[in-house]
């Protein structure tokens, strides 16, 4: 499978790419391999990939069997990336990186703070303030109108995961934002094995925001942090 003719192509020559259908997790990773190939061999351009899957559980390269609770609900896949178990499906966007991270400095924590500073800029464009937290992975939102945690901490949510993979210095996977999924399909899996703390989306904060506004807000904002 290869990635469709691009809806765009930004100043930098990225070529921006966008499913309406349901993708399945293997058709998805064997078009980001075939292009990530022809990236690293210069004879395609980088891209970004916008899309959502079907209800499944991944598996990163960290992920703790006594992590996935309910194995049978949704498919599990082997993913490769950074990380541990995450959950995709319908209402939350999934961006496929492929950049060419030697030609961008290969500083690979360069890159992932970039990835970050991409998904807070994003979420700042609907009035949400995304942070980072040292030892947790994505992006996080706190949430006063929750009670306190059993540790007496405020609590938080997590908004949106991060994880990666490099071959030959191209990235591939990375990033998903929840828009409007199924809440509950994430209790299946303790999420990138984080028990304390809970899932949130957009519309779960209160904001009525489609996947169109997000992706608009996506590819205003993929130059505040990667120009």
Same mark, same amino acid.
């Given at each position: 499978?290869?990635?469709?003719?691009?809806?765009?192509?930004?100043?930098?020559?990225?070529?921006?790419?966008?499913?309406?259908?349901?993708?399945?997790?293997?058709?998805?990773?064997?078009?980001?391999?075939?292009?990530?190939?022809?990236?690293?061999?210069?004879?395609?351009?980088?891209?970004?990939?916008?899309?959502?899957?079907?209800?499944?559980?991944?598996?990163?390269?960290?992920?703790?069997?006594?992590?996935?609770t309910d194995?049978?609900?949704?498919?599990?896949?082997?993913?490769?990336?950074?990380?541990?178990?995450?959950?995709?499906?319908?209402?939350?966007?999934?961006?496929?990186?492929?950049?060419?991270?030697?030609?961008?400095?290969?500083? /690979?924590?360069?890159?992932?703070?970039? @990835?970050? !500073? =991409?998904?807070?800029?994003?979420?700042?464009?609907? &009035? *949400?303030?995304?942070?980072?937290?040292?030892?947790?992975?994505?992006?996080?939102?706190?949430?006063?109108?929750?009670?306190?945690?059993?540790?007496?901490?405020?609590?938080?949510?997590? /908004?949106?995961?991060?994880?990666?993979? @490099?071959? !030959? =210095?191209?990235?591939?996977?990375?990033?998903?934002? &929840? *828009?409007?999924?199924?809440?509950?399909?994430?209790?299946?899996?303790?999420?990138?094995?984080?028990?304390?703390?809970?899932?949130?989306?957009?519309?779960?904060?209160?904001?009525?925001?489609?996947?169109?506004?997000?992706?608009?807000?996506?590819r205003r904002?993929?130059?505040?942090?990667?120009?």
């Amino acid at each position: 499978m290869r990635l469709k003719t691009p809806f765009a192509i930004d100043r930098s020559g990225v070529e921006w790419h966008i499913s309406t259908d349901l993708v399945p997790y293997p058709e998805a990773v064997a078009a980001m391999e075939e292009r990530v190939a022809r990236i690293a061999e210069g004879s395609a351009a980088e891209a970004i990939w916008m899309l959502e899957h079907p209800p499944l559980y991944t598996a990163g390269t960290s992920a703790k069997p006594a992590d996935l609770t309910d194995p049978d609900r949704f498919p599990v896949y082997e993913a490769k990336r950074g990380g541990q178990y995450t959950y995709h499906g319908p209402g939350q966007r999934v961006v496929y990186i492929m950049l060419d991270v030697g030609k961008r400095g290969r500083d /690979v924590r360069c890159f992932v703070r970039q @990835l970050e !500073k =991409w998904v807070i800029a994003t979420l700042a464009e609907f &009035n *949400v303030t995304g942070e980072i937290r040292a030892g947790r992975v994505g992006v996080w939102v706190t949430r006063p109108d929750k009670p306190l945690t059993a540790t007496g901490q405020q609590a938080e949510d997590k /908004v949106a995961a991060i994880g990666i993979r @490099l071959r !030959k =210095w191209i990235s591939f996977h990375g990033i998903s934002i &929840n *828009v409007e999924p199924d809440l509950e399909h994430f209790s299946g899996i303790v999420p990138c094995g984080i028990s304390e703390h809970g899932v949130t989306s957009l519309v779960d904060l209160g904001l009525p925001v489609s996947m169109d506004d997000l992706d608009v807000a996506l590819r205003r904002c993929f130059s505040k942090a990667f120009d």
